[in-house]
């Protein structure tokens, strides 16, 4: 699976998050959020994160040695195919984390959106994040995954519950990409056709997904960015070399799943 690993910097560590920014020790913490779908990043409204998932911070190869080091956040994992792949600074081996802590710690941080219409984002939590999947942090684009809509109605809903702030999920969805069946808020339709009413929906929710992925891709027309007016099939590999060159985002791969790639 060839994922988009975006860079999601901490701008600022939220209430739960102190002892994280004393770990780092003034070097820069970036959340890597691995998506499929880097032409919709101008619609991010948030970074979703497991609250009992573990993740730790690994030092980056590509600061090694400067005076900028950089220490990825992601699970541990996610670190050891990044070390695989020569993102990390000790690579073939079992990397270790410079420490380690709960998703539920970073909620309410702040952190960079990379072409995000909205520059910067809350940290919040999801409860269906996988542990077993890209980094397990998650960039929340509400206009076309039909798990971010949901999950974003869930929170508002129950901020108390979930002890967030109402104003860290106050962001609307942006319109990415248009579609003839679904129009500009491609989730948000598909979430109410097949009457989703909470995250727990699963089922629905993974055919609501199907969904979106294929109407997107093969039918959707850009409505924002520098490629507003392209389909989507041409503008998706431009978009995501672009925010690559840029170095907003690095190219994450993961071995395929092997139960799968058997029955295949
Ligand atoms: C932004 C985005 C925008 C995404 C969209 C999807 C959509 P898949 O297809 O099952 O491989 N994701 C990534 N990691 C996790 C995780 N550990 N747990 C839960 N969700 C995760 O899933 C890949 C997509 O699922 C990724 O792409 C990411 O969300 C999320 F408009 O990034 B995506 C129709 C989907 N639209």
Redo the contacts with the bound molecule.
Sequence with gaps: ?EYTGLKMQITEFGPKAAHIKEKAAGKKVVMV?????PE?MYGQTNCFVGPSVKYGLYASSSTLGSKEEVLYLVTRRAARNMAYQGLLAKEDVIPEAVYEFTGADLIGSRVNAPNGVHPEVYVLP?E????T????V??C?P??????YITSLDLKKKAEYYGIDPSWVALEPVPVLSTPSYGDLT?KTLVEKFRIQSPKDVKQLAEA?EL??KE?FYQGTMVIGPFKGSKVEDAKTKVREDMIARDLAFAYSEPENLVMSRSA
């Design positions: 699976q959020a691995a998506t499929l779908r919709t999801m269906t994040v996988s542990a999947k890209g980094t397990a998650v960039t684009v206009s076309d995954s039909p798990d971010d989730a997904k979106a992925y997107g």
